[in-house]
Structure formats: C-alpha cells, structure tokens
C-alpha cells in the first residue's frame, strides 16, 4: 500500500496541527492545570509517540486530537478541520490500554461494529472484516468470543476494530501497557507491520522508552504537570525495525536521548532548568510511570 | 437439581419429623373395622398440630378428591386451571411493568434531570402496602383481569427500572468514547452498547420480577374487588374452610408456590440463553 514516511512534516499536508492548546480541569475547589500551550504539527504517515511521567497529560493530549475531551484555549486541526468535525467524519480508529471489547459479540462481530455505525453493508462488510483480521492475523478466531481470548489477541482484536474504517489517523492510548514485556515486543513488530502496510498516521501514548522509539518516527517527551514538550526527538532508525535493531547502538544511543531528556538533563532547554528538583523519585532512578 | 429435589425431600422430613414429636395422634385403619393403630407424640405442640400442619399425605389425598361435595372434579385438576389463570394475569403484569421499568431507565439514563425528578416516586410507590393499593386499584378498573394486571406490574417494574438503570450506566467509559469516536449516536449506543451491557442485570431483575408478579396477581385476585376465579380467590375461600379442610389451603400454597417456581425458571432458561457466550455474567 503506501509508504510511511520518516520525513519531517510540509506545512500544508499535516494530519494533525496543534496550536496552543491549554488543558485546565475543575476539580472541586482548585484547578488543575494538565496541558500548557502545546504546539505540535503530525504529518501524514507519521507514528508519533507521546512519552512522560504519570500525569503529564499525554493521555488527555491523545484525548484532545480524538475530540473525546475540550481544549480549555487553543485549537486541534485534524485533516484540516476541526477536531469535533473529524470525529464526526469518522477520520480516527481509538485503541485503549484495555481492549474493551463488547464480550457479547464474536470477534467478527466486534472488528464490524464501526462499519455497522457507518452503515457499510452487508458483502462489503463483510470483506472488511476479513480484511481486518487478515491484518492482525486472527481470521481463525473470527468466531470466537472474547473471553477464548488471550490478552494480546484480545488487543489485536481492538486494533483490528479501529482500523475497519480505515482512519487516517489511528489513536493508541498505552495500548500494550498491560501486558508482559514478551508479548508486548511481539505486538510492537505487529503494529509496526500493521502501520507500514496501512499508511495510517499514529499517536501513540506510552510509559515504556524502549517502545517509543522501536515504533516511532518522532518520540514527542512531555514534562509533569502541567504538561509541556519538553522535546521531539526525531527517531532515524531504519525500517523496518527488527529485534536486531533493539541491540544496535544507535538504538540504545536514542533510548538514552529519551531518558536524558525526560531526567531535565538537557541544559540547552530552557524549559527544563530548575525541574529537575520537582521532578518523581522514579524519573531520577530512570524509569518511567 | 437434585439438590433443590434433595432439600424437598428434608423438608417434607422435617415437617412429618415435627408431628411425630409434637403433633396430634397418628391415626392409621378404620376404628369401624377395628384395626385402627394409634400412635401418640410424646409432645403436643400448637404448631404441629393437625390444623396446622397437616401431614403430607392428607394433602395428597386433598389434591386427588373433588373439590367440593357433588363436583367431580378434583382439587389438583381445579387448581391447575385456577393456576393458569392466575399465571396468564401475572404474565401480563410482568410484561407491562417490564416493559414500564425497561422504559423509565432508559429515560432516566438520558436525562439526569426525568430521573431526579421521578425517582423519588418510583422509590416512593413501593412503600405504599400493596394491599392498601389493591381494593383502589380494583375500585378504578372494575372486577377484571385489568385491575389485577395493574397490581401485578405495581410490584414488577420497580426491580426493573433499578436494575435496567444500574445495568444501561454498567458500560466502561471508554467502551463509550470508543462508540463516541465512531460518531454513534445516542440511538446506535443505546442499542449496540447499553442495552446488551445491561442485560445481567435485567435478567437479574427479571428474576425478581417473575415471582412478584405472581404475588401481585394473587393479591389482586384476592382483594374484595377482585376476582371469581384464580389461585388468590382460592387461597381466601380455601382460607375460610381452614377449620374443617386445612390440607385444602396447604394445597393452594403449593400450587402458588409451584407456579412462581414455574415462572422463575422461564426466566431463567431465558437468561442462560441470551447470556450463553458471556462466561461470568450468568448468576445463580
């Protein structure tokens, strides 16, 4: 299908422009401020990972492309549109931490869910489906039900899901958060494949360093509250990216990269300086989340 | 199964157990004959007594003989019609207030607003006794089946619309967000997402409801303006022969008790239906 490119982002083909966006929540008496005037331009085709500590609004970040939350000021341009706008079209695909799939529906039945919504027909739908699960490789599972299901294929499953409408812009939310690190390795080459062969851009919200840059074209490294970039780190490592790209040294020079950056250690940004006292014990020691 | 079959079984044990401790003289043959053997209990206790628990096999008896002098149809056989109808009225009663609680929770789960203003009442109706309400109801709606169908979803709806409201709010939010980013309407999530979401604890209330609509029907029935026929109508004039044929009473109970046992297990075999490929959600 199409080539994803690693290519840094033309002004007039983004996915996705951010401009200025705050994120303030009432709570109770005081507010709590999760974003600060963040901008961020995704070009098409990207795969664009949100990484910081707890809390640093990256998953609201993800939530605010995806029109599930309002931005407080600012805007989300998406297709060159407004976020509210590219939701109705139905431009995303969403993939959360758990697969929340509706455990009364057969595998198939789930990955036909958004086309049933849209209408999509019933041969056409059909082929889709197939389609879909041809991509994740469970067409031998088409009908099972969810609780037949082992984590991560209940999680391919939900990818499957938010790619029957073939979005241009597929949302993940920690997607592989729950599950132990073997399969979440395995289910990182996956998505890679499933993301070269689509064409599709995506943001990609995750804890784990490693993960972020064996997936990603830009890393975007967020700060704690309030929530700012700190940083975007551009990833150069060569498609595809293999197991044997996790033990090259520009693989563990780029890992470092991120975890500098996410420490405050970066005395050219100013932004970091006088943070790194605030920052959690965690960050220190050098892990995230 | 043979569990509930074996705790029967222990209760009829225990209840013959009570009489031969505390109960009046066991009678066995004829005295006119002369081989009448008596037993007598070391004990005589109010409770054991022959009027008030008769032995089981009286009851037997009852249900095998007419069940009035000059009729010729047996006590089972008119209990078994007065169960029917009975059960055809407690049937109505459970679809109209299920269908009356299905409806008011799925407008409260729409509208904060319907639901603060109207759950006060809801709550509030099934405070008023159900025999208090009856003889009005009656008095309304006449001697007939409408009255009593109108008792019996009194008592229905109200498990139904709790349960259906808990069961349609029980979706993830995120199983929400993930219908919102399809651009679902309100319709699509009603009928894609919380109906099937809800449905354990609809069966789960359904259950409920089974069994009070029986009791619904049967005060209905057995309100002075209520019916000619049916299990209520029996129980009171079976009531009114306590005195000289308790076993008659004893077998109206048994019919009540055996129709709502019917009903229940409708519901039931309903349930593990529609819950077939959902592992976990089916209770006992």
Known sequence: M??????????????????????????????????????????????VSLIGPSGCGKS?????????????????????????????????GIVFQAPVLFDWRSVEANVALPLEIKGVSGTERDRRVQEMLGLVELRDFAGHYPYQLSGGMQQRVSIARALALQPSILLMDEPFGALDEMTRERMNAEVQRIWQQTGTTVVFVTHSIPEAVFLSSRVVVMSPRPGRIVRVIDVDLPRPRTDDTRETERYFALITEVRETLRGRRDDDPLSKGRVASMPRTLAEGSVG | MILALAFFIALLVLWEGAKALGGDPWRFGDPAVGNEIVYTPPFQWQIASDL???????????LAAPVQRQQEQSLAAFLVGAALYTGREAALGFFVGGFVGLGLAAVFVHSRLAERAFMPYVVASQTIPILALAPLIAFAFGNGVVGIVIVASYLTFFPVTIAQLRGLTSPDPRALELMRSCAASRWTIFWKLRMPASLPYLFAALKIAATASIVGAIVGEG??????FGLGRSILNFNEQYGSAPEKLWAAV?????????FFLIVRTAEVFALRNRPGSVAA
Not at chain 1, 76 to 86: D, F, I
């Open chain 1, 2 to 47: 199409t080539n994803p490119s690693d290519a840094p982002i033309g002004p007039r083909t983004d996915v996705v422009t951010i401009a200025g966006v705050s994120k303030v929540f009432d709570a109770g008496a005081g507010q709590t401020r999760a974003l600060e005037t963040i901008d961020l331009a995704i070009a098409p085709g990207e795969f």
């Open chain 1, 60 to 92: 609201t970040l993800l939530r605010l492309i995806g029109d599930l939350t309002e931005p407080s000021a600012g805007s989300v341009t998406v297709n060159g549109k407004p976020a509210r706008q590219a939701r109705l079209d139905r431009d995303y």
């Open chain 2, 52 to 62: 008030s628990l008769p032995h089981v096999w009286r009851i037997w008896e009852a």
């Open chain 2, 223 to 228: 309100n002075p303006g209520g019916s000619q």
């Open chain 2, 254 to 262: 048994l019919a009540s008790s055996l129709l709502g046992i019917a």
